[in-house]
């Protein structure tokens, strides 16, 4: 029999070919019913768990997304249990669960996340979900002037300041800002303001278009939107001619676009103080008249009288108002105001910032019997309005800022050491030679003490 004959004799029939056919597709079939009924026996599991650990101890809004393998019933925040405990809202579409935090999580912390109840919607039994996710450990920003070869510098570090980089010189700063995406830094050139957008590793750098020749004070960025502002006043000035303190608004992602001088409903343009609102468009603005202003996009909404903005909290729209020494809480979506009873310190009281979990961190002046200050303090009021010490200082060695990690697990407190023998240096915004204290606001352990001032944790200057 040839090669070609055994072929032939071989080779299965059509009726053959398509029995194997069907009962492949059979098998097949068998297989996903099985796959199908032990997925309804099992319940819902997870199959990819999504969460930017670095973001989420910067930002509010940080949502972590859990993937399932079956199209979930309703899920709701009653179902979802957050260990630590921190604020959350959930959403859940088809596969998806999404919780989204409201307020920036605690740095280098494992967040474990239990859903109690899933159950698919063709039905099968419910099942408890859960997962685990640690955020990053916190790096800071910061400003040291004088440095290496005369130049200022800024300097990229983690907060126990065991390593360090330089990532941006120049040979005057004035101020510097921290942007999800950039750096926002005022320097002086040729004896007037200019300033200077980079990338957030301190590379590309391009200057900012800005409104004339002249100064600028007050810079700040917004967390979120890529928007930063300041305040401007031209080099000439007099008595009836010129911008003095004029707010002016722009992009980090469109440097050379002419600047946004924001209006405002007020007898005075001229702004003393003001505040981007954290999670939101809003900018909080006390002008030289002593109006406290809420702007959004061209209008703006008069809340009363202010002479200066204390905090704004992150997550609560929560703004700490001082009104003459008087501390007042504006809930800035309501207008609504909640007198701030002054607690028990153990001085004078001066400024106040949120903290995490409705406590707020007072700066204390402490004074002898007869009125004279003896030391300086950063205190800790609680929500049940318990009262405790996280920084002190002899008198000797001020704090003269201090600013909040932004979930409050740690504040930074600008120090000035000899103070009597520590003189200003001649910059626009003046300052001696400060020491920055980073403390866990927990227990008043000191982290570390880094050489320089304007931590990225700081929104603004208060000096």
Same mark, same amino acid.
């Given at each position: 029999?040839?090669?070609?004959?055994?072929?032939?004799?071989?080779?299965?029939?059509?009726?053959?070919?398509?029995?194997?056919?069907?009962?492949?597709?059979?098998?097949?079939?068998?297989?996903?019913?099985?796959?199908?009924?032990?997925?309804?026996?099992?319940?819902?599991?997870?199959?990819?768990?999504?969460?930017?650990?670095?973001?989420?101890?910067?930002?509010?809004?940080?949502?972590?997304?859990?993937?399932?393998?079956?199209?979930?019933?309703?899920?709701?925040?009653?179902?979802?249990?957050?260990?630590?405990? @921190?604020?959350?809202? #959930?959403?859940?579409? =088809?596969?998806?669960? &999404?919780?989204? $935090? %409201?307020?920036?999580?605690?740095?280098? +912390?494992?967040?474990?996340?239990?859903?109690?109840?899933?159950?698919?919607?063709?039905?099968?039994?419910?099942?408890?979900?859960?997962?685990?996710?640690?955020?990053?450990?916190?790096?800071?920003?910061?400003?040291?002037?004088?440095?290496?070869?005369?130049?200022?510098?800024?300097?990229?570090?983690?907060?126990?300041?065991?390593?360090?980089?330089?990532?941006?010189?120049?040979?005057?700063?004035?101020?510097?800002?921290?942007?999800?995406?950039?750096?926002?830094?005022?320097?002086?050139?040729?004896?007037?303001?200019?300033?200077?957008?980079?990338?957030?590793?301190?590379?590309?750098?391009?200057?900012?278009?800005?409104?004339?020749?002249?100064?600028? @004070?007050?810079?700040? #960025?917004?967390?979120? =939107?890529?928007?930063? &502002?300041?305040? $401007? %006043?031209?080099?000439?000035?007099?008595? +009836?001619?010129?911008?003095?303190?004029?707010?002016?608004?722009?992009?980090?992602?469109?440097?050379?676009?002419?600047?946004?001088?924001?209006?405002?409903?007020?007898?005075?343009?001229?702004?003393?103080?003001?505040?981007?609102?954290?999670?939101?468009?809003?900018?909080?603005?006390?002008?030289?008249?002593?109006?406290?202003?809420?702007?959004?996009?061209?209008?703006?909404?008069?809340?009363?009288?202010?002479?200066?903005?204390?905090?704004?909290?992150?997550?609560?729209?929560?703004?700490?108002?001082?009104?003459?020494?008087?501390?007042?809480?504006?809930?800035?979506?309501?207008?609504?105001?909640?007198?701030?009873?002054?607690?028990?310190?153990?001085? @004078?009281?001066?400024? #106040?910032?949120?903290?995490?979990?409705?406590?707020?961190?007072?700066?204390?002046?402490?004074?002898?019997?007869?009125?004279?200050?003896?030391?300086?303090?950063?205190?800790?009021?609680?929500?049940?309005?318990?009262?405790?010490?996280?920084?002190?200082?002899?008198?000797?060695?001020?704090?003269?800022?201090?600013?909040?990690?932004?979930?409050?697990?740690?504040?930074?407190?600008?120090?000035?050491?000899?103070?009597?023998?520590?003189?200003?240096?001649?910059?626009?915004?003046?300052?001696?030679?400060?020491?920055?204290?980073?403390?866990?606001?927990?227990?008043?352990?000191?982290?570390?003490?880094?050489?320089?001032?304007?931590?990225?944790?700081?929104?603004?200057?208060?000096?």
């Amino acid at each position: 029999m040839s090669t070609e004959q055994r072929r032939q004799r071989n080779r299965p029939t059509t009726a053959t070919f398509w029995r194997r056919v069907t009962a492949v597709v059979g098998a097949l079939a068998l297989l996903a019913g099985v796959g199908a009924a032990a997925a309804l026996i099992q319940g819902p599991r997870l199959t990819n768990v999504t969460f930017d650990g670095s973001a989420a101890i910067e930002t509010s809004g940080t949502r972590l997304t859990l993937t399932t393998n079956q199209a979930l019933e309703g899920i709701t925040a009653d179902d979802v249990t957050v260990t630590p405990a @921190t604020d959350f809202t #959930v959403d859940a579409q =088809g596969r998806n669960i &999404g919780v989204r $935090f %409201t307020s920036p999580l605690n740095d280098d +912390t494992t967040y474990a996340v239990q859903i109690a109840g899933v159950s698919a919607v063709g039905g099968g039994p419910e099942v408890t979900l859960e997962t685990s996710v640690t955020t990053a450990p916190a790096s800071i920003v910061m400003l040291q002037r004088e440095g290496t070869g005369g130049f200022d510098m800024i300097v990229a570090m983690p907060i126990d300041g065991m390593t360090r980089e330089t990532i941006f010189t120049h040979e005057h700063i004035e101020e510097v800002r921290v942007a999800p995406d950039a750096l926002v830094i005022l320097v002086e050139e040729d004896e007037r303001s200019a300033i200077i957008i980079t990338d957030r590793d301190g590379t590309n750098p391009r200057y900012v278009t800005l409104p004339g020749d002249g100064y600028v @004070t007050s810079l700040q #960025v917004a967390h979120r =939107g890529g928007a930063f &502002g300041y305040l $401007f %006043t031209d080099r000439e000035l007099t008595e +009836t001619s010129g911008r003095a303190s004029i707010l002016y608004t722009a992009s980090v992602h469109d440097p050379e676009a002419a600047p946004v001088e924001l209006e405002l409903a007020s007898t005075d343009p001229s702004v003393g103080d003001w505040m981007f609102v954290p999670d939101s468009q809003g900018i909080l603005v006390v002008t030289f008249a002593g109006d406290l202003l809420l702007a959004e996009g061209e209008s703006s909404a008069l809340l009363g009288t202010a002479y200066a903005i204390d905090g704004i909290s992150r997550g609560t729209y929560e703004a700490i108002i001082d009104r003459s020494g008087v501390p007042v809480g504006v809930n800035l979506q309501t207008g609504v105001e909640t007198p701030i009873e002054l607690p028990a310190l153990s001085g @004078t009281p001066g400024r #106040v910032e949120p903290a995490a979990n409705g406590g707020q961190l007072w700066a204390v002046t402490q004074r002898d019997e007869a009125g004279m200050p003896t030391g300086h303090a950063i205190e800790l009021v609680a929500a049940d309005g318990s009262v405790r010490s996280v920084v002190v200082n002899e008198k000797t060695a001020p704090i003269l800022q201090f600013c909040v990690s932004p979930s409050g697990q740690y504040v930074a407190a600008i120090v000035a050491p000899d103070y009597a023998n520590n003189p200003y240096d001649t910059y626009t915004r003046p300052m001696p030679k400060t020491v920055t204290r980073i403390v866990d606001v927990t227990d008043g352990s000191v982290i570390s003490e880094l050489n320089g001032f304007d931590v990225s944790w700081c929104s603004r200057s208060q000096l």
